[in-house]
């Protein structure tokens, strides 16, 4: 935008200031004034900017060959919400699955593998209690059988 010319014009005057009949200094003033209509034309004096995180940010200026690490994540922070969930490529399910493969770590691997051996020494119970109660109704019956015949 070139740089209008907003000074309408200057003013000034001066006071002679002091007590009694040519005793004092005089004092000048110099008042500026712009023109309105310029001045409104060129400032914007709206609070338009205020409260507008909601609306995407123009980032084609973006140079990614110039871009740090904190420059990552602070454009990551902005645009999390526009980043889709699901998806090959561009989404949060790529991100994980990338930073994943590149760290080789899973998330809660001890708490899993945890949790599967409790998983298989339940099984484990659960077949000696059905074969418990098995043998349990086979007595039963064969105790009955013999009562009866």
Avoid: C, W
Avoid at 117 to 125: H, K, S, V
């Amino acid at each position: 935008m070139a740089k209008k010319d907003l000074k309408l014009g200057e003013s000034s005057i001066s006071v002679k200031r002091g007590r009694g009949s040519g005793t004092g200094e005089t004092v000048s003033l110099k008042r500026e004034a712009f023109n309105r209509k310029q001045f409104d034309d060129t400032v914007n004096t709206e609070f338009t900017e205020l409260g507008q995180s909601n609306i995407e940010k123009d980032l084609s200026f973006f140079d990614p060959s110039l871009a740090t690490v904190n420059d990552f994540f602070t454009i990551y922070q902005s645009l999390f919400y526009q980043i889709p969930k699901e998806g090959e490529i561009n989404s949060h399910i790529f991100l994980i699955n990338e930073s994943t493969n590149y760290t080789q770590y899973e998330a809660q691997r001890e708490e899993i593998d945890a949790l599967q051996e409790e998983i298989d020494a339940l099984r484990a119970q659960n077949v000696q209690l059905v074969e418990d109660l098995t043998n349990t109704i086979n007595a039963l019956t064969n105790s009955i059988g013999n009562i009866d015949g």
